[in-house]
């Protein structure tokens, strides 16, 4: 698309605040040109650093120019009056409209970067308003050096990471932990429900960490702290309390308007995502929510869309042909790329370096893939990230609904109640393991289970998991899970499926796939868009009766009927596929060297993390032709990471 006049760029954020005040400009300086260096990656174009020791701050940054490639989007930045500084990663899309707001006489804007739109709208209004304007994704952090307070803030649905830990005296944050750890003043302490979260999710669920003096900030969070190193969070948007709203308000037009609104809604969401002054294109699956993204925007660019796909030749893991009749039918100009297992095989040592924390959903390897090659021809990608939750596209819904209607919640207690009673149970399970008698709390839940006693959340829990209980593989277990589990969500969400999508929107959205996406495109220095992520699509998805969203077999209901206006349904309708690898054949063959040497007993039971015996029997069991990879990469992807980080 033609360029625009207001964007921003793709970064790597850093910095810290010491609280003593005792270090110099140069010490300060230095420090933060090395947290930043760390992220070249994240940002190979220019590099900037700012110090100020009377209020102890220094800041660091990478950038990848994606909009404003001139001098004047270079980072930090500080806001013309010169009260505020800021580090900025991240694109909002609605920068022109907020530069009006802004507007006043004497204030000459320098550039057209979206990062002077927000310190000049922050000097303006202040942090929280400006942040409740934006429409965007983002991680920042921005000082007040009349007040020494420095606040930090993440995007509302978290497609930008960022890190904040205290260590003493010291407040330091990144948008990747490797900035962190080169900080004289970091502490490399593991936290063990960070670990016991990972066995069983597969990735470490905010606002925990992998270490236990950090924390990732909440999507749609704000974190403010003092010039005496107090951290207070807050929120200025919470998906949860939106979606609740936005249930509560309903429609109140017919079907056909709903969808005509929905088009146009999404439609403005892609084409504020397709302004760049780099080249753009998409990744393109052939289902239907990257189909829906590349359909809107050819539908609004004069030239070919670029569009990426890979495809393997594995039976169930080739989705190229559908993306290949997709392109056809668009006209866009189609790029695919087959993977031999030998090609998809060389990510793997590259893991641990890629995700700099604990992470192991195995599609990080042809999400990858797929990025880089993407980056061959363009800077700037879309997806279509985000359809599966606002429109209830995942098979497990199906199944939540299902093993509700088989076994609901006891008659006899009402929902809290019943809640209330079953977290109890969980708790009591959790000490009998901690007192070394895991094996009377498997038979506890197994029992509850089969009586249909489990509340919803202890049943769907294994659908939303891709390891296992903690306490079946660590030494130590120490699970604590998130009130959502527990029943916090049951008087908003009474509806099993719209229980289900809001757990995933709380939790594998961004913890799985946004950390995915992330990491894998930006080790390559690409930047990924995803429309259906604006948070007024969201917003939107929310006030439709769920009948538009499952009807009969069709999941995402809504958003095929906008697809079926621009692709064929003999093109489009199919079973989902998803974005996956043979992992499991994999392990037992070109993998088993490399596995064999991270879960070796002997090592196991040195490191003291995971219960050595147990693994080695689920690995057993694995070769003999059961299937447990996912629990089993789980902690190979945890000892990867250990071997590179510890």
């Known amino acids: 698309m033609s360029r625009g006049r207001w964007g921003g760029d793709m970064c790597g954020i850093t910095g810290f605040v010491d609280v003593s005040r005792s270090r110099g400009a140069d010490e300060l300086g230095r420090i933060a040109g090395l947290m930043a260096d760390q992220m070249v990656h994240r940002g190979p174009d220019d590099d900037g650093c700012f110090a100020d020791p009377e209020s102890g701050i220094a800041l660091g940054f990478r950038r990848l120019a994606i909009i404003d490639l001139t001098p004047a989007g270079h980072q930090p930045m500080q806001s013309a009056c010169g009260r505020w500084m800021i580090v900025f990663n991240g694109e909002i899309y609605n920068a022109e409209d907020m530069r009006r707001d802004v507007a006043r006489p004497g204030l000459n804007f320098r550039g057209h970067s979206d990062t002077e739109v927000l310190i ?125 709203d936005a249930m509560r308000t309903g429609s109140s037009v017919t079907e056909e308007e709903s969808i005509d609104a929905l088009e146009r809604l999404l439609a403005d969401a892609v084409k504020r995502r397709m302004v760049s002054d780099v080249p753009l294109g998409a990744f393109l699956s052939g289902g239907i929510d990257s189909s829906l993204v590349v359909a809107l925007m050819q539908a609004q660019s004069s030239k070919p869309v670029n569009t990426f796909s890979i495809g393997f030749n594995v039976d169930g893991y080739d989705e190229a042909p559908h993306a290949r009749a997709v392109a056809a039918h668009l006209g866009t100009r189609h790029r695919e790329f087959y993977v031999s297992p030998e090609e998809a095989l060389e990510v793997v040592p590259k893991l641990p370096e890629i995700y700099d924390e604990p992470f192991a959903d195995s599609s990080q390897i042809p999400t990858y893939i797929v990025s880089k090659l993407a980056r061959q021809h363009v800077t700037v990608a879309l997806s279509g990230d985000g359809g599966d939750e606002s429109f209830a596209g995942y098979g497990r819904y199906a ?34 393991r901690r007192a070394g008698i ?59 499926v719209q229980r289900a999508q809001m757990i995933d929107f709380m939790t594998y959205l961004p913890d799985d796939i946004l950390t995915k996406v992330d990491r894998a495109s930006m080790a390559v220095s690409l930047e990924i868009r995803a429309p259906l992520l604006d948070h007024r699509v969201v917003e939107m998805a929310w006030r439709l009766p769920q009948h538009m969203k499952v009807r009969g077999a069709d999941a995402k209901w809504a958003l095929r009927q906008v697809l079926y206006k621009h692709v064929p349904r003999g093109i489009i309708d199919r079973p989902k596929m998803g974005f996956g690898i043979p992992i499991d054949h994999w392990l037992r063959g070109p993998l088993r060297d490399w596995a ?34 996912y629990p089993i990469w789980c902690i190979l992807m945890f000892q990867a990471w250990r071997e590179r980080w510890l």
């Open 120 to 244: 000049e709208s922050i000097a303006r209004i202040g942090v929280e308003p400006t942040l409740s304007r934006a429409i965007g994704m983002f991680a920042l952090a921005v000082h007040d050096r009349q007040t020494r307070m420095t606040w930090f803030a993440r995007d509302r649905l978290g497609k930008k990471p960022l890190y904040i830990g205290q260590f003493g005296r010291t407040c330091m944050f990144g948008s990747e932990l490797r900035s962190l750890r080169v900080h004289p003043d970091f502490e490399a302490e593991l936290n063990p429900q960070a670990i016991a979260a990972f066995t069983r999710f597969g990735y470490i669920p905010h606002p925990l960490s992998i270490y236990r003096k950090v924390r990732q900030l909440e999507p749609g969070g704000w974190a403010r702290l003092d010039a005496e190193g107090e951290l207070t969070i807050g929120f200025y948007w919470r998906v949860e309390d939106v979606a609740a």
């Open 596 to 629: 064999e040497a991270l879960i070796d007993e002997r090592r196991l039971e040195q490191e003291g993390i995971f219960a050595a015996k147990a693994v080695r029997a689920m690995w057993n069991r694995h070769l003999s032709g059961e299937t447990w990879a």
């Open 399 to 432: 199944q939540a609904q299902a093993m509700t209607t088989v076994c609901p919640t006891p008659p006899l207690l009402g929902t809290a109640a019943s809640d209330g009673l079953r977290t109890l149970q969980s708790g009591a399970f959790a000490l009998l």
């Open 438 to 496: 895991g094996n009377w709390a498997a038979r506890g839940e197994a029992r509850l289970a089969r009586q249909g006693a489990m509340t919803f959340e202890h049943r769907y829990l294994p659908l939303a998991s891709q390891g296992r209980p903690p306490s079946e593989f660590l030494v130590n277990p120490e699970e604590q899970l998130a009130p959502i589990w527990g029943g916090a969500l049951a008087p908003q969400y009474a509806d099993p």
